[in-house]
């Protein structure tokens, strides 16, 4: 029998719910708010006063080839990020799952990367990856121009790509080991005595079972991916070399705050709005169709 609260006055109610709403009123309601009148309106870029535009900044926006290039450049760190990171972390969590030696000492570290701030975790990866003082300098003495971020794009890509992975890694980590954890161990126990071995088990049992995980870390992890990247690329190439790296979310930042284009970054986010929300509907609506629960 479930039992809700019940309060004698309906202010106290509001009351311990108005802390709350504040919270969201202000930073997103209001924030998203803004950004719809900001996106159908001419913004000046030292203040005066705002014109209405209709559609203008949409029509501007979506007939800028470097916009296009921003979304595809987002499409393919996502879709990578996701990948990367989703991968590596099934594979440490299958490793921890049969508690081999040394497990719960792994356990406990692979979790600390996830509480390193991108911008910390985006300092690190950019002196690591420094192609004159860091790991792979070693390697341009050999080979020159062998890596070299600073002025090559697909090597600025793979590296923002690294960076944001390693920090995703525990976050999925987390997940896959707490799906794995959760399946009985009297079907893999009974897998194994009728002579499977551990990849099959892995392959039949396991696998099918964690979709539901699967399903969950994709929305998550290709989300995120969109809105949860700026921190990375600021630090690291800053949407270079000559924009290789320039994101959805970088552009945004790059264009209202540097190029004083207020309007235009408005309608951008709003677009990343739409573009994230309509990614998470069609996971929800075709992709959870292949996922059983029981």
Known sequence: MENRPHFKTLW?????????????????????????????????????????????????????????????????????????????????????????????????ALVWPFAVAAPAAAVAFRYIFAPEAGVFAALNQLYPNLWNPATNGDHAMIMIIIAYSWKYVAYNFIFFLAGLQAIPRSLVEAGAMDGAGV??????????????????????????????????????????????????VYKIYFDGFKGLDYSGAAAQSIVLMVLVMTLTVVQFRYIERRIHYK
């Open 199 to 248: 990849l099959r088990r892995m392959r039949d049992i396991q696998l099918p079972l964690l979709t539901p995980t699967f399903f969950f870390l994709l929305v998550i992890n290709l989300t995120d991916s969109f809105v949860d990247s700026f921190g990375i690329v600021d630090i690291t190439t800053e949407g270079g070399p000559s924009k290789a790296t320039t994101l959805m």
């Open 12 to 108: 106290l109610g509001v009351l311990l719910v108005l802390p709350q709403l504040l919270l969201v009123l202000t930073f997103f309601y209001w924030p998203t708010g803004a950004a719809l009148f900001w996106a159908f309106t001419l913004e000046q870029p030292w203040g005066g006063g705002s014109q209405f535009v209709g559609l203008d900044n949409f029509s501007n926006i979506f007939t800028d080839r470097f916009y296009w290039e921003s979304v595809l450049r987002s499409l393919v760190f996502g879709v990578g990020a996701s990948a990367l990171a989703m991968g590596i972390a099934l594979v440490l969590a299958l490793f921890c799952d049969r508690q081999l030696r040394g497990y719960a000492y792994y356990r406990t």
